[in-house]
């Protein structure tokens, strides 16, 4: 009989985005309905840079969705621009390139905030979601999306993306977003532009460490596991069986007439 529970299926989903978009949910339901405090595990730069330094603030301020339906809309949309790059973006074939880029590009967003320090962010979580669609759709030149109903070409989308929090979350929602846009596209230009164009190095590129770091972790599941879950080795070796071609779900392709924008 065919695994197909919901146990299953869930396994089979990319293990990074599957990962951070559980903690980010189960956190924030902890966080809103009062069973975890949340002087714990919000962001909060002076906490993270004193002595002792509370680092683990670096992570989890980042994985914190907005109350009410927040928790539902920002999990998906993170996990859904996340699991996108894990398994469709041309760079991001390993799993410790997309590791690397989640930590330059919250890294960046972090540094950002701290010297413009226009307003105090509980969490950052939807710059990272802005980042994420950014870069994603960099790859997407001459495909057309719909968001909101609205029809536009794909690297509009992190764009529209800040316009919709302007009308519905606020200022601080905004600011997030262009934090978020700033850090994607400075990873963009040091890894991807700056080696192509200006001829230089990938002043981004992986470091060795982190592979080793990655297949240290991974070995060390493979040892700890007592179940064979089908389709979930896929993932584990770094490749894909899905039909998947890029960085968008299928629903939001359709060709378009292929001008570049700027």
């Not at 779900?249 to 292929?258: C, F, L, M, V, Y």
Request: with cysteine; hydrophobic share 45%.
């Amino acid at each position: 009989m065919p695994d197909n529970t919901i146990m299953d299926q869930y396994w089979r989903l990319p293990p990074i985005s599957r990962t951070l978009a559980t903690w980010m949910f189960v956190s924030s339901i902890g966080l809103y309905f009062g069973f975890i405090p949340s002087q714990w595990l919000g962001y909060q730069a002076g906490l993270i840079l004193r002595f002792p330094p509370q680092i683990w603030r670096l992570a989890t301020g980042f994985l914190i969705t907005g109350p009410q339906l927040g928790m539902l809309f920002d999990t998906y949309f993170f996990y859904k621009a996340a699991s996108d790059m894990e398994t469709g973006h041309p760079r991001m074939r390993r799993k410790e390139d997309f590791i690397w880029y989640l930590v330059c590009v919250c890294t960046f967003i972090a540094v950002i905030d701290y010297f413009v320090a226009i307003m105090p962010f509980f969490a950052l979580t939807r710059g990272l979601i802005v980042a994420l669609t950014y870069t994603a759709t960099q790859q997407q030149q001459g495909l057309q999306t719909n968001y909101m109903f609205v029809p536009m070409p794909a690297p509009l989308l992190p764009y529209a993306m800040i316009l919709i929090s302007l009308i519905l979350g606020g200022v601080q929602d905004v600011f997030l977003g262009i934090y978020g846009i700033i850090a994607a596209h400075l990873f963009e230009f040091l890894s991807r532009i700056y080696p192509q164009i200006g001829g230089g190095p990938n002043l981004l590129k992986t470091p060795k460490f982190m592979t080793r770091l990655v297949k240290a972790v991974e070995g060390r599941l493979q040892t700890v596991s007592s179940s064979g879950v089908t389709g979930g080795g896929d993932y584990a070796s770094g490749s894909t069986t899905s039909a998947e071609t890029g960085p968008l779900p299928d629903a939001w392709k359709t060709r378009g007439a292929g001008r570049r924008l700027g």
